[in-house]
């Protein structure tokens, strides 16, 4: 199945790139390392990208594009015969051959993932990375509006990681087992950072991934992520509930979120900006990410919440 979907997302790619339907952005990218927390980050800058509508734009809130999604961005009507799900190609990309997971009846995006919904995604990992080419895919999704999401249709994405980088859930879960979080065992999260964050290292036998294991993997995460909202809502009872997912076939993360875009520097961030993946649209911003990356630490903490390393969830949940 794998070579299959791999040749079928490639060929659809290609023709909608020649017939004008994927409309992909061009894009700069540099690596740089934030010297105080040791995080590597790939800045990329699309600066065209601001010519794209945007949530709350009256053309972008016109119709739902996953609802009847165009033919020439669809990889499979029925992804793996179960009913449920559409795999299409992002039509505005700034990697190539960027997909989405949607699923087939209109479910909402503020709706956590199913055990159905999480093993699909390993699944598509399993089919798309490749060892051998050290090729390795991220599925994310964005829940709910502070989690940078723009569209209200359940999607979950998947793109191709960038060559090289390590991101700093993969330093967590070097060398470390997959375990369930309980009330003895907290998920990682890396002390350096100024953002919460809970990491679970995968098994590396994916024969022993299952959906009862993604589940409660999954749930054991969710609970701490939404304490965040229980905490805050007397300070601050409007907030709404965000939180971004991330998957590698070599771990899975929740980063609950307090806003979508920061408001010391013109910039917004999905779940892939919670990998170091950072999409910057202003040449200001740029120059200023590029000249003390430190920032976007600073910056995810901002439309993040603080890191609780070091608490049990009992400390911080009630
Ligand atoms: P959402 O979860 O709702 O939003 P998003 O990916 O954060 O993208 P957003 O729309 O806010 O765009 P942004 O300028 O931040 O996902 C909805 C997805 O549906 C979007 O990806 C959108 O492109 C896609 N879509 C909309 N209409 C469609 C249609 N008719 N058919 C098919 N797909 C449709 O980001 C611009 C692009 O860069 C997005 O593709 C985004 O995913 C991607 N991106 C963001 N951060 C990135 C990073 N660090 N590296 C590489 N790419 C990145």
């Known amino acids: 199945m794998g070579i299959e979907l791999r040749e079928t997302i490639a060929s659809t790619y290609a023709k909608s790139i020649e017939s004008g339907d994927v409309h992909f952005f061009q894009s700069d990218s540099k690596k740089v390392k934030d010297p105080t927390t040791g995080s590597q980050y790939l800045i990329t800058h699309a600066p065209s990208l601001l010519r794209k509508p945007e949530r709350g734009d009256e053309e972008a809130e016109k119709r739902n594009p996953f609802a009847e999604p165009e033919p020439q961005l669809t990889v499979s009507e029925d992804l793996y015969g179960l009913g449920e799900y559409k795999l299409l190609l992002n039509k505005f990309p700034v990697v ?9 009846q209109f479910k909402p995006q503020t709706s956590a993932l199913s055990p159905q919904d999480l093993l699909t995604a390993y699944r598509l990992l399993q089919d798309l990375d490749d060892d051998d ?16 999401s723009s569209q209200d249709h359940k999607h979950l994405q998947v793109f191709q990681w960038p060559e090289k980088f390590l991101a700093f859930q993969d330093r967590l879960c070097s060398g470390k087992e997959h375990f369930i979080p309980d009330m003895r065992s907290e998920p990682l999260q890396d002390p350096k950072l100024s953002f919460a964050h809970f990491v679970v290292p995968l098994p590396e036998d994916p024969d022993t991934v299952d959906e009862e294991l993604l589940a409660m993997t999954f ?9 965040f909202f229980q905490d805050w809502s007397n300070e601050a009872p409007k907030l709404e509930t965000g939180y971004n997912v991330l998957m590698t076939r070599q771990w899975l993360c929740l980063v609950p979120r307090s806003r979508s ?18 999409l910057v649209k202003h040449e200001d911003v740029w120059g200023k990410i590029l000249q003390e990356p430190h920032i976007v630490d600073r910056l995810m903490l ?17």
């Open 133 to 148: 080419e050290m090729v390795r895919n991220l599925v994310f999704y964005n829940c709910g509006a502070p989690s940078g």
């Open 302 to 318: 901002e439309c993040g919440f603080p890191n609780t390393s070091g608490q049990s969830s009992v400390e911080y949940d009630y």
């Open 219 to 227: 749930v054991s995460l969710l609970q701490r992520t939404l304490t």
């Open 96 to 104: 190539p051959k960027h997909l989405l997971l949607v699923t087939r």
């Open 261 to 278: 875009k920061s408001a010391e520097l013109d910039i917004g961030f999905n779940a892939t900006g919670y990998a170091g993946l950072v």
